[in-house]
């Protein structure tokens, strides 16, 4: 299984957010590029990216220190926030990431997923990012109306690489993530699920592993808090 340590970026700095709230933030002193050297140092190979300042304007806007990641260390990369057009999935691609993941402008319009899908072949993650089993959008600040299982159903076939599973109600809380929720959208999908959201202990990642269609696991705040030691964590990463 695939571990993911994550890096919110947020005015430039490394941040975690409580259940998506801006205005529930920590600031960590580590920048993102030496996060990301952390996580190389560590052991790891996957990295996932969120440009929070991104989400919120729906534009490329940490482009720079993703090339600097992306150029400096040889991390398997997978980036979301506020990429609303094809333009915006092309700088990424560009800058060598390795999954772009659509959230919002997926879940407005499903052409828009469909087309990516085709155009950026393999590259293309589907974020679903769910409260109360509906899906949320715009930096979690709208609620979709939507569904997650029927929104899953109508794009399914779509052709989309990877699909990240988060609780909005787990994430940044370490009260483990919604498992039972991740086991029903792994076994609909028809693509590999990333669990997200909630992670607190090694005994988390090791239930993850015991699922079915379950690729990796993003970890956040609990590394940052210290709950879970990296040395630990890369143990959990399958050969």
């Known amino acids: 299984m695939k571990i993911f340590p994550a890096i919110d970026i947020k005015d430039k700095k490394c941040v975690r957010l409580v259940k998506g709230d801006f205005d529930n933030k920590t600031e960590y002193d580590m920048s993102p590029v030496e996060q990301a050297s952390k996580y190389k140092d560590h052991g790891f190979k996957n990295l996932h990216i969120v ?4 989400a919120l304007k ?5 482009l720079d220190i993703i090339k600097e990641i992306v150029s400096k260390f040889d991390l398997k990369i997978e980036i979301g926030g506020g990429i609303r057009n094809f333009e915006s999935i092309q700088k990424y691609i560009d800058v060598g990431v390795e999954k772009v993941i659509l959230g919002s402008a997926a879940i407005k319009d499903k052409n828009f997923l469909k087309e990516a899908c085709e155009k950026f072949s393999n590259k293309i993650a589907l974020g679903l990012d769910a409260k109360n089993g509906y899906l949320s959008v715009s930096g979690w600040k709208e609620n979709s109306n939507k569904l997650t299982l029927d929104y899953l159903e109508e794009v399914n076939d779509f052709g989309a690489s990877r699909l990240i599973y988060t609780d ?3 994430d940044g809380t370490k009260h ?3 498992f039972l929720e991740t086991e029903k959208v792994a076994d609909k999908s028809n693509c590999p699920v990333i669990i997200s959201g909630g992670v607190s202990s090694i005994e988390d990642i090791k239930k993850a ?3 079915k269609n379950i690729e990796g696991i993003i970890v956040g705040k609990a590394i940052y808090d210290g709950d879970i030691k990296l040395e630990e964590l890369v143990k959990e990463i399958d050969a």
């Open 168 to 170: 909005i109600n787990r």
């Open 176 to 178: 483990s993530p919604n």
């Open 209 to 211: 592993k015991s699922l």
């Open 58 to 62: 729906g534009e490329t806007v940490n």
């Open 51 to 54: 440009d929070l300042d991104g």
